[in-house]
């Protein structure tokens, strides 16, 4: 039903067209719209119009296009994600006017490490991640913790498999990310040193749900030179205190957040858009 | 094309089904999406398994449905609200660290306040609201903090139409809501006195793009007895220092948050999710 001749459906085109904005390009005609998203023209009219009709994307003076906030408004709603987010937020806080730098919650999503907080400081360190950023787990402290305790086979999958390099500090073999991973399921936290960033390096804890099982990751980034241990009791005590303010069965079951899902496209493309996220 | 019997488009029963979900029912069954939408059982199966190909719906273990990260990704990525939020968030932590207090940015979405972002401190006041919660201009002081600077006939609309009173200080008449527009004109911020939650206030200060335009609001939520003035300047500092950092023409010339779009509902409606917002 409802589909092109390529047999794709309306439903896919429409998220074709809505991922054709991105941070770099919040607004674009109509015209562009049907480049980036290789619709026929008369096809990302009718896309557009309906969206616009639903209030998906919005108009301006130059009837140009763009992002509503009717997905965000949604999405921020009723996913579980965000009730994450908000459980973990005032205590994130505390945690940033304790260490006073980047203080940042992450899940694993599709094989990735995907940021749903950031919070910054004005003069700390530069960040050039947003929320919504995604990278690889092996490039930031939040993966490593969050890998550490991921089942064997997710593991192995993983050092076994390609490694991207950003800097000269980066992981280079599965030898050296199993040694990491080792001592980080030894020591409860994980550390990455500049492997994004070569001057800053993330520190990270996992995030229980009241069930033990681990949903998140909870990491800060300070500068290369800083020590990091005296930080970690409070890193500890503050991921038990988002603990207390879960629902129990956070996660049901066997759900695995570690499954690349789709085309695998996603798993395997490096998009290191969160930067100096270690 | 791609119409139901009714004349409704693909597009939009989507947008029903996405909708059916919701902070208070974030895990549905198919049926349940069926009868939520009021869309046959056989529809609302095809267009659940589409979107769960899109990935923006996910299934659990037990076969229930529930939001994904996609849209949330998506419109944080690209939409203008959250670039706003990015450039306003480290400000927001720098003011609620002086404060001690909830902080929040706002802005006007379809003649409505919509809440972008609220810091809260753990053993803050109480507050129930979220981001993306949406209240009636006239019972917050973001939305009183706006309203002062809207075009006159978009005052009219608000001091003239019906009042919805949440606590015995809610604003009761149009005389009452132009008397306090002026005072907040006159004085550049606004308070609103436990107009939603009768133990606390809200503190609004207008937030403005390079060009000049005011574009956001900046609040805090104190208790009632605090004495407010004296946090007045560094609100007023904190909301240059978010212009600084948004880009010229955040707005473009003849946009209207202030029209309400679609059938009007919307603004009828009202919805205080936003409890003690002031």
Redesign the interface.
């Known amino acids: 039903?409802?589909n092109s001749a390529s047999g794709e459906?309306?439903?896919?085109r429409?998220?074709r067209v809505?991922?054709a904005?991105?941070?770099g390009?919040?607004v674009l005609g109509v015209s562009e719209v049907a480049q980036r998203t290789g619709l026929p023209l008369a096809t990302a009219h009718?896309?557009v119009a309906?969206?616009e009709?639903?209030?998906?994307l919005e108009r301006?003076?130059?009837r140009k296009i763009?992002?509503?906030?009717r997905?965000?408004?949604?999405?921020?709603?009723?996913?579980?994600?965000?009730?994450l987010r908000?459980a973990a937020?005032?205590?994130m806080?505390?945690l940033?006017?304790l260490v006073k730098s980047h203080v940042q919650l992450a899940v694993i999503?599709?094989g990735e490490v995907?940021y749903l907080e950031r919070?910054?400081?004005?003069n700390a360190v530069v960040n050039l991640a947003?929320?919504?950023s995604?990278i690889p787990p092996y490039l930031c402290s939040s993966g490593l913790a969050l890998l550490a305790e991921a089942p064997r086979e997710v593991q192995s999958r993983v050092t076994d498999g390609p490694l991207t390099v950003s800097t000269d500090h980066s992981i280079r073999t599965g030898d050296q990310l199993r040694a990491i991973l080792a001592e980080a399921r030894r020591r409860g936290f994980a550390v990455s040193y500049g492997y994004i960033q070569p001057t800053a390096k993330g520190i990270a804890v996992p995030v229980r749900d009241p069930d033990g099982r681990t949903v998140a990751a909870l990491s800060v980034v300070v500068p290369l030179e800083v020590d990091h241990l005296p930080i970690i009791p409070a890193m500890i005590t503050a991921s038990r205190?988002i603990t207390e303010g879960l629902a129990p069965h956070h996660y049901?079951?066997?759900?695995d957040p570690w499954r690349v899902?789709?085309t695998g496209q996603r798993a395997s493309r490096p998009r290191t858009t969160g930067a100096d996220a270690d």
Chains 1, 2 share one sequence.
Do not use: K, N, Y
């Open positions: 039903m409802a459906s309306v439903i896919s429409a998220m809505i991922e904005f991105t941070a390009s919040t009718r896309i309906e969206l009709a639903e209030r998906v301006d003076s130059q763009r992002m509503g906030t997905l965000w408004e949604i999405s921020q709603r009723s996913s579980r994600e965000m009730s908000m937020l005032p205590v806080h505390d940033q006017a999503s599709d995907l919070l910054s400081r004005r947003h929320p919504a995604r205190l049901t079951s066997d759900d899902r789709g």
